[in-house]
């Protein structure tokens, strides 16, 4: 009555190893259309300064994430101690807005943009080697909603942050 089992299983491996293509039909009379979002030129872009800072922009939040670059924690050697900002407190772009102490050196962090502190990277408190370990991702000092976005357009590009530090 029924087929072995065996044959079965191996026939829907053999099948399941084969790839599926699908045709992906509009309704009845109506055109197949590729698919579109809302969102449109929104994206996240980084920007640095001279200083050796960096921020992570994001157009759809108007919130910029604050950094010191790879080249910047390189230079100051083992990071031992950072002072960041208050949450809430407003900052003008080129205030310093905190400190990095080094076995080697102490840096003032200056704020690339103008805004309001909205976070701040509390694991930087206890850990602050984070910022020789991962400066431009979970190294991040503060996020800061901006107030004046065309600000961050001023600052520099990736390639011409490199020919600064090439200088």
Excluded at 108 to 129: F, H, R
Aim: hydrophobic share 40%; aromatic share 6%.
């Amino acid at each position: 009555m029924f087929a072995p089992l065996r044959p079965v299983a191996s026939s829907l491996l053999r099948q399941a190893a084969k790839p599926v293509l699908t045709r992906v039909q509009a309704p009845l009379g109506q055109p197949l259309r590729a698919f579109s979002s809302s969102r449109v030129a929104l994206e996240i872009k980084t920007r640095y300064t001279a200083e050796h800072e960096w921020v992570k922009f994001d157009d759809a939040t108007n919130v910029g994430v604050i950094g010191i670059t790879d080249h910047a924690q390189h230079s100051l050697g083992e990071i031992v101690f950072v002072e960041l900002p208050s949450e809430g407190t407003e900052v003008k772009q080129g205030d310093q807005i905190g400190a990095v102490e080094s076995v080697k050196a102490a840096s003032d962090i200056y704020s690339p943009v103008s805004g309001t502190v909205e976070s701040v990277n509390a694991k930087l408190g206890d850990q602050a080697s984070i910022l020789n370990k991962s400066p431009e991702a979970e190294g991040w000092l503060c996020k800061i909603r901006l107030t004046n976005p065309a600000e961050f357009e001023t600052l520099l590009t990736e390639e011409a942050y490199k020919a600064v530090c090439e200088e």
